[in-house]
């Protein structure tokens, strides 16, 4: 199909571009891009063929904004193995709807994203069911045990541009050693879960005076920041590529600024709901807020903010972590951590914008251009011969969050009933429109 997007409003940070212009695609590439400022145009001859050419569609995005498709690079899709949570087509078609056209699959499934075997499974069935891009992520141990290291290079070699035992944190100091230096290696980022088991078992929430009175066993901050630091120092020792998985707590944010500053080769990301919401959210035990890391503090949402701000958290992610509706019914005690959150990112976090806290720019980087960069791979960007992974988005559409309207199976959220500003109203997903 060819596509022709005129006059919308182009946002493309990997190219300056903030302005007017149009956008030619063909062949599920960006074959031209023109901006009123100048830049490369589409040519006259093809846009006139348009007309008479039945393959070819015309969108006019005056009054909207024009991105390059979001790259997200923490999802759990739950195929193989809890298919009734999420699966690969039902989490890809929640990505495009939220604007994201890239999404990179954490290894905590069944069996476990720890072979090759599995990356190609996971591969496969994405090239045939899935909307958008996926990219494994395999899991650094086998199991997710902590105790031997996966089969990172043969991983790798299938198609895994990460490796993370996310939601299990490698204990284990030598082993973290051990695959930060494969990672540096390799090329390819080890994408921690911080956290200390030994002063979180247990825990369900914030520890603090909430937690206190609601009976609940608390998460200290410290259980993350002590994990963050000693994999700071474990990437100064082996000059690994470590990036912070979900940063919640103004300690995580002061030493990954402080790792910048001796030169450490760490990068970080946050989420919407870490900037969004605190452990207030929880007051009522409400399930849909438990997450891991737990929801903290006001002052730990300022710290995130200002990370953000001056570039010490350099990507936006979701962590969409999709559960059964009866699940998250259970006592809160028992309920299971994670927030649908594909469909939402881009309203909340576009709130960093109305906030002042990011320029327009800027936040699109973090959900773009950051994010292919530390991974390696080649999205993020409408240069031309790119793919043509494009979102637009009606930034004046007001909308109420209604869960039931997701198209994630997951429909655990704490922002049902929200209001928020900023809407998809086409993706581009390598070349093929869908519209909302």
């Not at 997007?5 to 590439?29: L, N, R």
């Not at 043969?154 to 230096?181: W, Y």
């Not at 959220?413 to 909302?436: D, I, Y």
Request: overall charge neutral; glycine content about 10%; aromatic content about 6%.
């Amino acid at each position: 199909m060819k596509i022709l997007i005129t006059q919308g409003h182009i946002v493309d940070p990997s190219q300056g571009i903030d302005g007017i212009g149009d956008i030619y695609i063909e062949g599920g590439k960006i074959k031209e891009i023109r901006t009123r400022s100048g830049g490369r145009k589409a040519k006259s001859k093809e846009r006139k063929a348009g007309a008479e050419d039945p393959g070819f569609q015309t969108i006019d995005a005056r009054g909207l904004t024009v991105f390059p498709g979001f790259v997200d690079m923490h999802v759990h899709l739950r195929e193989p193995g809890f298919e009734y949570k999420e699966t690969i087509r039902t989490g890809t078609l929640a990505a495009i709807k939220g604007g994201f056209t890239t999404v990179c699959c954490m290894p905590n499934t069944n069996p476990v994203n720890d072979h090759a075997s599995v990356t190609e499974f996971i591969m496969r069935k994405a090239a045939q069911e899935g909307y958008c891009a996926v990219l494994p992520i395999g899991a650094i141990t086998k199991g997710q045990k902590g105790r031997e290291l996966a089969e990172i290079g043969t991983m790798k070699h299938e198609g895994c541009i990460a490796f993370s035992d996310d939601g299990q944190p490698v204990m284990n100091s030598l082993m973290m050693r051990r695959a930060l230096e494969y990672s540096k290696a390799f090329n390819v980022p080890v994408i921690s879960h911080c956290e200390d088991l030994t002063l979180s078992e247990g825990g369900v929430m914030n520890e603090g005076l909430i937690s206190v009175t609601r009976g609940l066993r608390g998460i200290p901050a410290e259980a993350e920041m002590i994990m963050v630091f000693r994999d700071i120092l474990l990437a100064e020792l082996t000059g690994g590529k470590l990036h912070i998985a979900h940063v919640s707590t103004e300690g995580s944010v002061d030493l990954v600024r402080y790792a910048k500053k001796r030169g450490i080769q760490v990068t970080a990301e946050t989420c919407p709901h870490y900037f969004s919401l605190t452990e207030k959210a929880v007051e009522t035990y409400d399930a849909n807020a438990k997450v891991n890391p737990p929801l903290r503090t006001e002052r730990d949402i300022e710290a995130v903010k200002r990370g953000l701000q001056d570039g010490t958290i350099e990507v936006i992610a979701t962590d969409h972590a999709p559960h059964h509706a009866d699940e998250k019914l259970r006592e809160f005690d028992q309920a299971p951590s994670g927030i649908s959150g594909l469909e939402t990112a881009l309203g909340l976090s576009l709130r960093l914008v109305e906030e002042k806290v990011l320029t327009l720019p800027q936040l699109i980087e973090k959900m773009t251009l950051n994010p292919s960069k530390i991974l390696g791979v080649k999205k993020g960007t409408l240069k031309r011969g790119s793919d043509a992974d494009i979102v637009i988005v009606d930034r004046e559409k007001e909308y109420k969050v209604s869960p039931e309207q997701f198209a994630s199976k997951g429909k655990n959220t704490p922002f049902a009933g929200w209001e928020l500003k900023g809407l998809p109203v086409f993706t581009v997903s390598r070349g093929k429109l869908h519209e909302w």
